[in-house]
């Protein structure tokens, strides 16, 4: 009987096996065995009372359809499932199930009835509160109020009010905000959390980052205790998850995260992520996952305009109840225009100075506090970088920018580069020659010379040299 078992077994998994992905194989089919066949009815056992939900929800037409091919159209399948005794010298216990009821529960040795009622095990759980109560894990001072909407955030900021207003009731799912560091997309995706739980204060709201995701994981791992951890995640109604790109050297956690993801989304759960770099770009994330991604919206943040940081430092300011001179605000926003998080740091660290030096804050103060603070976040420019952004300004080549020759234009955009060059760079007049076919310091205190006339004189010029000015500082940013 038993060999007759394991052929049947073995036939109905090589059927599965072409069916489903490999993953999706290895990870609920090939832990089941199977125990007894008899009248048309076979045995399996499987590792734990979430495995046996699992195959109930997304594998039973599959097991049904592949059970009745191997047996007929009177086969049937029952599970045995495993549960911890809570007592080590004793064997597990197993749990008979028919996939609708339950029955009892046995040891082997004493037959007695039991109840489940264990508690999935919840990492974020309020201490002293009763299960299922969970900590949002949400900063409450993330609110769309907070956040500044302009052209560089816009998408992202409406889809997330769409969402925030019907979650996983809208074409948004999962919504993916992607951008660099200190852009706004925890504020943004914390803002969706913190209105959700507002409008809808019985979803359970749960924000997690993506290395403490990874780290439970790893936990439970160690404990065998993966299904509890999977199961927890998949009792969460609005689900976001911070720096998706750290999944890349965690396979397992991809795994784990895959089976939530399915669940959730299956359910019309909402999904919000984050992550540096759009879907697409990723790399160290199964496929899989990534299709996912894509399932819903992909909205990027990109740098904040002049206009939006101006914005930005005045509600900061109104916030704090401060208030600044109109051109320090500009001259903030003029030169710190890499982040928000920058952004905001500068206007504290002038606000630090002024307080404990005990002086009123004005341009000067502005410029002294803030001139390490905007050195330190800029980059280094060279002579090479600006030869090259003149050359393409003025669609001229490289070659013809070091040649002799007395040709106006090219005359013109040599000289603009010696000017940007000397502004720019840290190089001795000498060294700035150099780099122009050998010529000599003379030549380059001429074209300083020769730019700031022809700046005064000729208004084509001057808006040339402004605007190839202002293209080289922001590349130093």
Same mark, same amino acid.
């Given at each position: 009987?038993?060999? /007759?078992? *394991?052929?049947?077994?073995? &036939?109905?998994?090589?059927?599965?096996?072409?069916?489903?992905?490999?993953?999706?194989?290895?990870? =609920?089919?090939?832990?089941?065995?199977?125990?007894?066949?008899?009248? #048309?009815?076979?045995?399996?056992?499987?590792?734990?009372?979430?495995?046996?939900?699992?195959?109930?929800?997304?594998?039973?037409?599959?097991?049904?359809?592949?059970?009745?091919?191997?047996?007929?159209?009177?086969?049937?399948?029952?599970?045995?499932?495993?549960?911890?005794?809570? /007592?080590?010298? &004793?064997?597990?216990? $197993?749990?008979?199930?028919?996939?609708?009821?339950?029955?009892?529960?046995? &040891?082997?040795?004493?037959?007695?009835?039991?109840? !489940?009622?264990?508690?999935?095990?919840?990492?974020?759980?309020?201490?002293? !509160?009763?299960?299922?109560?969970?900590?949002?894990?949400?900063?409450?001072?993330?609110?769309?109020?907070?956040?500044?909407?302009?052209?560089?955030?816009?998408?992202?900021?409406?889809?997330?009010?769409?969402?925030?207003?019907?979650?996983?009731?809208?074409?948004?799912?999962?919504?993916?905000?992607?951008?660099?560091?200190?852009?706004?997309?925890?504020?943004?995706? +914390?803002?969706?959390?913190?209105?959700?739980?507002?409008?809808?204060?019985?979803?359970?709201?749960?924000?997690?980052?993506?290395?403490?995701?990874?780290? +439970? %994981?790893?936990?439970?791992?160690? #404990?065998?205790?993966?299904?509890?951890?999977?199961?927890?995640?998949?009792?969460?109604?609005?689900?976001?998850?911070?720096?998706?790109?750290?999944?890349?050297?965690?396979?397992?956690?991809?795994?784990?995260?895959?089976?939530?993801? #399915?669940?959730?989304?299956?359910?019309?759960?909402?999904?919000?992520? $984050?992550?540096?770099?759009?879907?697409?770009?990723?790399?160290?994330?199964?496929?899989?996952?990534?299709?996912?991604?894509? =399932?819903?919206?992909?909205?990027?943040?990109?740098?904040?305009?002049?206009? $939006?940081?101006? *914005?930005?430092?005045?509600?900061?300011?109104?916030?704090?109840?401060?208030?600044?001179?109109?051109?320090?605000?500009?001259?903030?926003?003029?030169?710190? /225009?890499?982040?928000?998080?920058?952004?905001?740091?500068?206007?504290?660290?002038?606000?630090?100075?002024?307080?404990?030096?005990?002086? *009123?804050?004005?341009?000067?103060?502005?410029?002294?506090?803030?001139? &390490?603070?905007?050195?330190?976040?800029?980059?280094?420019?060279?002579?090479?970088?600006?030869?090259?952004?003149?050359?393409?300004?003025?669609?001229?080549?490289?070659?013809?920018?070091? +040649?002799?020759?007395?040709?106006?234009?090219?005359?013109?955009?040599?000289?603009?580069?010696?000017?940007?060059?000397?502004?720019?760079?840290?190089?001795?007049?000498?060294?700035?020659?150099?780099?122009?076919?050998?010529?000599?310091?003379?030549?380059?205190?001429?074209?300083?010379?020769?730019?700031?006339?022809?700046?005064? $004189?000729?208004?084509? %010029?001057?808006? #040339?040299?402004?605007?190839?000015? +202002?293209?080289?500082?922001?590349?130093?940013?």
């Amino acid at each position: 009987m038993e060999k /007759n078992v *394991e052929k049947i077994w073995s &036939n109905c998994l090589k059927i599965i096996k072409d069916i489903v992905e490999w993953q999706h194989y290895k990870t =609920w089919f090939e832990p089941i065995k199977a125990i007894s066949l008899k009248n #048309n009815v076979l045995v399996i056992q499987v590792p734990s009372q979430f495995f046996f939900e699992y195959l109930e929800e997304h594998y039973v037409n599959l097991l049904a359809k592949t059970l009745k091919r191997e047996l007929g159209k009177e086969a049937r399948l029952e599970y045995r499932i495993m549960v911890d005794s809570g /007592n080590s010298k &004793n064997k597990p216990l $197993t749990m008979d199930v028919t996939g609708t009821g339950y029955k009892t529960y046995s &040891n082997n040795e004493m037959d007695f009835p039991l109840v !489940i009622n264990n508690p999935v095990k919840n990492p974020f759980v309020i201490p002293g !509160i009763k299960k299922m109560q969970i900590d949002p894990q949400l900063n409450i001072n993330y609110t769309f109020d907070a956040y500044i909407e302009g052209d560089c955030n816009r998408v992202a900021r409406r889809a997330g009010k769409t969402v925030a207003e019907k979650p996983g009731a809208n074409s948004f799912n999962p919504l993916v905000v992607y951008g660099g560091v200190g852009l706004g997309k925890t504020h943004l995706v +914390q803002a969706i959390g913190n209105e959700v739980k507002k409008a809808y204060p019985n979803k359970i709201v749960l924000y997690v980052s993506s290395e403490k995701f990874i780290n +439970q %994981f790893m936990d439970h791992s160690r #404990n065998n205790a993966i299904n509890d951890f999977i199961h927890f995640y998949q009792l969460i109604d609005v689900l976001i998850v911070d720096d998706v790109q750290f999944f890349s050297k965690a396979e397992r956690s991809q795994d784990a995260f895959f089976a939530i993801f #399915n669940h959730l989304h299956q359910s019309g759960k909402q999904l919000i992520l $984050t992550s540096d770099k759009s879907p697409k770009d990723l790399e160290g994330v199964q496929e899989r996952l990534l299709s996912r991604f894509r =399932w819903g919206l992909s909205a990027d943040l990109q740098i904040p305009d002049y206009e $939006t940081r101006i *914005e930005i430092l005045e509600r900061k300011m109104k916030a704090d109840g401060l208030d600044m001179p109109k051109e320090v605000v500009k001259y903030i926003a003029y030169n710190i /225009n890499s982040n928000v998080r920058e952004l905001e740091g500068a206007l504290i660290s002038l606000l630090a100075q002024s307080s404990l030096n005990r002086r *009123e804050i004005d341009l000067d103060l502005a410029k002294k506090v803030l001139r &390490n603070f905007i050195k330190s976040s800029s980059k280094e420019i060279t002579i090479d970088t600006i030869q090259k952004m003149v050359c393409d300004y003025f669609n001229v080549s490289y070659d013809k920018l070091l +040649q002799k020759t007395r040709k106006r234009e090219i005359v013109q955009a040599r000289q603009i580069t010696m000017y940007l060059a000397k502004s720019f760079t840290k190089n001795s007049l000498k060294t700035i020659g150099e780099h122009f076919g050998g010529r000599d310091h003379t030549t380059v205190i001429h074209s300083c010379q020769t730019v700031k006339d022809l700046m005064d $004189t000729d208004s084509v %010029f001057r808006e #040339n040299v402004l605007e190839l000015h +202002q293209k080289v500082q922001l590349a130093a940013m």
